[in-house]
């Protein structure tokens, strides 16, 4: 009787997986990863020389600046973890967790400038306030190229919604800067009226980073 014939059919990555080449999802993770923690570090420097300024300035526009300087490095926490996991759900839910953030922020503005409005208050050390403002400015407008342009590299919402918020925070930063020039000039309503108008800015960015992450 003939003897049964078995048939081997083996191809070349049939197993599954390629040799000599790394996973793309590993590639983009790492990538994230690393966009994710250059943009801290710039702004871990940043905050730190902002508080060394605060701590013989004692600011409150300054101390406004920090909140939302620190605010925006937290971000970096979840849109990390989700790279890290490499799941593009925990990537979506971080996208939303940074949207919130941004809100946030606006909110923390926009109350600062109504209080200013309501209670005017001297602030003093103009020249160190607008030297934070601009290491605010800088530090901030950098972390944002670093993470926008890796969010549109990666096509990943959560870092370009994260980019969104550090630029918003630049933002800020640009108002410490204006608001010392109006405190100098002795115009001080212009001082809530800029905090005002940089909480509407930010706004406009909540919406259009809800838009990305939902997109």
């Not at 530090?139 to 919402?157: H, V």
Request: aromatic fraction near 6%; charge should be positive; charged fraction near 15%.
């Amino acid at each position: 009787m003939p003897s049964a014939v078995h048939h081997h059919h083996r191809t070349r990555g049939e197993h599954g997986h390629t040799h000599g080449l790394i996973d793309p999802t590993i590639k983009r993770s790492r990538a994230g990863i690393r966009a994710v923690l250059l943009s801290l570090l710039v702004l871990a420097g940043c905050a730190a020389a902002q508080v060394a300024i605060f701590a013989f300035s004692g600011s409150v526009a300054l101390l406004a600046d920090l909140i939302h300087n620190f605010g925006d490095a937290a971000t970096a926490l979840p849109v990390g973890a989700a790279f890290a996991l490499r799941s593009v759900r925990a990537e979506r839910w971080a996208g939303l967790a940074v949207v919130f953030a941004i809100f946030v922020s606006a909110c923390v503005a926009g109350y600062e400038a109504v209080d200013r409005l309501i209670d005017p208050r001297e602030v003093k050390y103009l020249g160190a306030l607008a030297g934070a403002g601009l290491v605010g400015y800088l530090g901030n407008w950098l972390a944002a190229q670093i993470r926008t342009r890796a969010g549109e590299r990666l096509d990943s919402p959560a870092l370009i919604a994260d980019g969104h918020h550090a630029r918003a925070d630049a933002y800020v930063s640009l108002a410490v800067i204006a608001s010392a020039a109006a405190l100098a000039l002795g115009v001080d309503i212009l001082d809530p009226l800029i905090g005002l108008g940089i909480t509407a800015v930010i706004l406009r960015i909540t919406w259009q980073s809800w838009k990305t992450v939902r997109g």
